[in-house]
């Protein structure tokens, strides 16, 4: 039997690591993956031994991370590389959907694939929110404030909800345990996730430049893409040892070395850098409830792709009009990055919500007009 198990287990790993055929044409572009899967095991590794050290009390969370800082013995190292690599993984994640969305990834037959990517991006935001929380500092605690109190703008149940989530009327040690707990279990959660997406990916392998699905020209996964994929993990590796021993706090709020202080609001909340696209989208709407659904709404539309871009090309590669499209939404995405970091106070409110808008008509009026109009223009040039 234990024989049978590690034949099974060999064959499984054989399949999807060593012999999976790999496009031949597939650029630097498709290492995301596996840079993600670096990210995701870095994360679950350095969060269990920083989990050994945390106490999840508002008197004494702040001060236990201090002590990982100073007292455990390279504890400043794990720390520090937990909380960097957390940026990386949306670096990673947001060029992962960029590649995606330029060469048509979502298109069918994966489109069962990139439901599940989208679902992995919700969690990971959702895991990265209660981490942000958990040491404790002053814009942790704002910060998580502002976002839970958000769901109050849900009718009827709205205050119940964020009072169950707070396990009281305000912050106090319930809440800590309870983001603490699910923030130590949803990576599990997203490895689940992950394993998913890699053995639906396996079904039908991965797209290419070209778009041009074919069972040839096709080489093994190892050694040709092993060693391709090795190159971009340890550039990753070198960029991060400098970030995590020269700049720790590159990526970082300095509010958050403050304790937290609920009697004493910070002079601007924000959350961190890799949210702010969406918490721009939230305030540039004034209604609360309708910036709640937007900003909800704003991760949900990527699953609407496989049915708004009608292109019978796949991707923007031969499709000169969608290509500079992307690079539209692309430089709409950074401003709207910008603005979630600036006060809302004018032009910043009216250039984000400029920039709101054109993000939701991007997936709702532009990708389907210019599938259209490719087909009609295709089918006028074969008449």
């Not at 960097?84 to 990673?92: D, E, G, Q, Y």
């Not at 709640?292 to 019978?312: E, K, N, Y």
Request: proline fraction near 5%; glycine fraction near 6%; charge should be neutral.
């Amino acid at each position: 039997m234990r024989l049978l198990k590690k034949q099974v287990l060999l064959r499984f790993i054989n399949s999807y690591v060593v012999d999976s055929p790999q496009p031949a044409n597939i650029s630097y572009l498709w290492n995301f993956g596996s840079l993600l899967a670096t990210c995701l095991g870095l994360q679950i590794l350095t969060g269990i031994f920083l989990a050994m050290h945390y106490i999840p009390n508002v008197d004494l969370a702040f001060t236990s991370v201090e002590h990982i800082m100073r007292d455990v013995n390279n504890g400043w190292a794990v720390r520090y590389t937990h909380a960097n690599v957390a940026s990386f993984f949306f670096i990673f994640v947001y060029a992962h959907i960029a590649r995606g969305l330029y060469y048509g990834s979502y298109k069918s037959p994966r489109v069962l694939v990139w439901a599940i990517g989208v679902i992995i991006l919700v969690v990971m935001m959702a895991t990265a929110f209660l981490g942000y929380v958990l040491p404790y500092g002053q814009m942790s605690l704002w910060g998580a404030t502002v976002i839970t109190n958000l769901l109050s703008a849900i009718p009827f149940f709205g205050q119940d909800l964020v009072e169950l989530i707070w396990g009281g009327y305000s912050w106090n040690n319930a809440t800590l345990n309870r983001f603490f707990s699910l923030h130590y279990l949803l990576p599990f959660l997203l490895a689940a996730l992950a394993i998913a997406h890699l053995i639906l990916l396996h079904t039908h392998g991965s797209n290419n430049p070209n778009g041009i699905g074919s069972t040839t020209d096709r080489y093994s996964m190892h050694p040709y893409f092993t060693f391709k994929d090795l190159v971009t993990i340890f550039l990753f590796f070198l960029v991060l040892s400098i970030i995590v021993f020269y700049y720790p706090n590159l990526m970082g709020h300095s509010d958050n070395y403050i304790p937290a202080n609920p009697m004493q609001t910070p002079a601007s909340i924000v959350p961190e850098w890799y949210l702010l696209p969406f918490y721009a989208i939230l305030r540039s709407i004034p209604n609360k409830l309708l910036g709640v659904i937007a900003m909800f709404g704003s991760l949900l539309i990527l699953l609407i792709l496989p049915l708004t871009d009608v292109s019978r090309i796949r991707g923007s590669t031969f499709r000169p009009f969608m290509k500079l499209a992307f690079w539209f939404f692309v430089v709409d995405f950074i401003i709207l990055t910008w603005i979630g970091s600036q006060h809302p106070n004018t032009p910043f409110v009216e250039i984000g919500q400029i920039a709101t808008a054109f993000y939701f008509l991007w997936f709702l009026v532009i990708v389907p007009v210019l599938g259209l109009a490719e087909n009609t223009l295709m089918d006028i040039a074969t008449e």
